[in-house]
């Protein structure tokens, strides 16, 4: 699940640094763009000048240059903007390549005492196995021993009957 929220947030964060990308990339145009179109009003100010212009359309000029100067200062806004999307979008990614790291590490712990789990489970098994072997291994030497005392005092009765009745344990007969 965290390798699916790393990776969703990783997919965000690369489309907003592709769009702010391109919103600098738009931004840097258009300014040169007005830095071309105010250069040649200028220029068309000074040779207006120079051929002694009437006020009229120097005005004009003048007018014409002060609003391509106004886009120009817009679009050096508007490029100032883009320059720090594109900074917000690379400490974006850079944050998220970190979280990234840190989940992995993480995961990778968590693999790693998931293993571990696993090998004590099986140790478990083994060590039960081994008690069910001894505890067997104990009710058979507890039969052994009990068969070998019931045999034993079965034996010490039959000599003792026998005895009774006048009959040689060892021989048959008295």
């Known amino acids: 699940m965290l390798r699916s ?19 600098l990339d738009h931004a840097k145009e258009d300014t040169g763009t007005m830095a071309a179109k105010t250069a040649a009003l200028e220029q ?5 000048t120079k051929m002694g212009a009437g006020g009229e359309e120097v005005v004009g000029i003048k007018e014409r240059l ?21 900074e917000q979008a ?14 992995n590490k993480g995961l ?10 696993r090998e004590l489970q099986q140790e478990v098994r083994a060590q039960v196995f081994k008690i069910k072997a001894l505890q067997l291994q104990k009710r058979l030497a507890l039969e052994d021993k009990l068969r070998f ?7 010490d009765r039959v000599q003792t009957a026998m005895r009774d009745v006048g009959l040689d344990p060892v021989g048959g007969l008295w």
């Open 5 to 23: 929220l790393v990776g969703s947030e990783m997919c965000i964060r690369d489309r907003l640094a592709a769009q702010a990308g391109r919103n």
């Open 44 to 48: 068309e100010l000074v040779e207006a």
């Open 66 to 86: 002060e609003a391509k100067l106004e886009e120009a200062e817009h679009g050096l806004s508007l490029e100032k903007d883009a320059h720090a999307e594109v």
């Open 90 to 103: 690379k400490a974006a990614k850079k944050a998220v390549t970190e979280e990234a790291a840190r989940a």
């Open 108 to 117: 990778a712990g968590e693999q790693t005492v998931v293993a571990q789990i």
């Open 149 to 155: 005392k019931t045999e034993s005092e079965m034996e």
